[in-house]
C-alpha cells in the first residue's frame, strides 16, 4: 500500500513486521486498524477520554455504509479515512502500550478532521452538491450522530470546523453559501431540543435553518 506520510513509513520501517502489519490498512477501504491497532496498543475503551470505537471507527464505518457517492466522492472518502488513520500511526506507542495517554491522542486525534477532510486535492469542500447532500444528510445529520455532536462538545466543534473551513474556502461561490446554510442547521440541531434530522438536497433546494426543514428556491 502507499504511505502518505513519510514520517508513517519510516516509523513502520523500525517497528517488528508483526506489529507494523496491524497498524497498516488494507489497499481498499477498511477501518480495521481501530481495532486491529489503535485500540490494541492503546486501549482506553475504559477511560472519558476513549476516541477509537465511539468516534474515529464509528466516522469509518458510516462513511463506508454510504454506497451511493460519486466516483469523486469515494476518492475523497477513501483518502480522506486513511489520512485520519495514517496520522495516528506514529504516536501510538506500540513498544510500550501501557504508556498511552488517552486525553492527548483523543486530542490529536480530534485535531486531524478537518485538515483530512480539507486537505489540498480531496477536499469535502469542493465534491458536487449531491454527495455533500450525502454525507450531511446520512452521516453528520444522522440522529444517533446528532446525539453525539450534542453531547461531546469535542465532536461538534470538529464538524463546525469543516463547515466553516467549506463556508470560508470552497472554490465555488455557491457552494459556499451552502456550507454556510448548513452551519447555521447543525449550530440549532445541536442548541435545540430536537433530535429530529433535516432532508436535506442541496442541489435542488435552500435550507430554512430556523424550520430546519427544505424548501424550493424562489419561495
Keep these: 500500500m502507499k504511505i502518505g ?19 497498516v490498512n488494507t489497499i481498499s477501504p477498511s477501518c480495521g486498524v481501530y481495532d486491529s491497532c489503535f485500540e490494541k496498543f492503546c486501549g482506553c475503551s475504559s477511560s472519558v477520554d476513549e476516541y477509537f ?3 474515529g471507527k464509528k466516522f469509518c464505518e458510516a462513511f463506508l455504509t454510504e454506497g451511493e457517492f ?9 483518502s480522506t479515512l486513511r ?6 500511526v506514529p504516536i501510538i506507542p ?3 502500550p501501557g504508556s498511552c495517554n488517552c486525553s492527548e491522542i483523543k486530542k490529536f486525534a480530534l485535531s ?8 489540498s486535492g480531496a477536499s469535502i469542500c469542493d465534491l458536487p452538491l449531491s454527495d455533500i447532500s450525502k454525507i450531511v444528510q446520512a452521516i453528520v445529520f444522522n440522529r444517533a450522530f446528532l446525539k453525539l455532536l450534542k453531547d461531546r462538545a469535542e465532536a461538534y466543534n470538529e464538524v463546525r470546523g469543516v463547515f466553516e473551513n467549506c463556508g470560508n474556502n470552497a472554490e ?6 451552502k456550507w454556510k446554510l448548513l452551519l447555521k442547521l447543525i449550530k440549532g440541531k445541536v442548541t435545540n431540543q430536537s433530535l429530529s434530522p433535516p432532508i436535506i438536497d442541496l442541489s435542488a433546494a435552500k435550507i430554512d435553518p430556523n ?3 427544505i424548501q424550493p428556491f424562489g419561495q
Design 172 to 177: 465555488r461561490e455557491k457552494t459556499r453559501s
Design 83 to 88: 489520512c485520519l488513520q495514517e496520522i495516528i
Design 211 to 213: 424550520a430546519a426543514k
Design 53 to 55: 470505537t465511539s468516534f
Design 94 to 96: 506500540i513498544d510500550n
Design 5 to 23: 506520510h513519510r514520517c508513517l513509513a519510516v516509523f513502520l520501517a523500525v517497528l517488528p513486521i508483526t506489529l507494523s502489519a496491524q497498524c
Design 112 to 119: 486531524s478532521h478537518v485538515p483530512c477532510y480539507t486537505k
Design 70 to 78: 460519486s466516483e469523486e466522492g469515494k476518492r475523497w472518502r477513501d
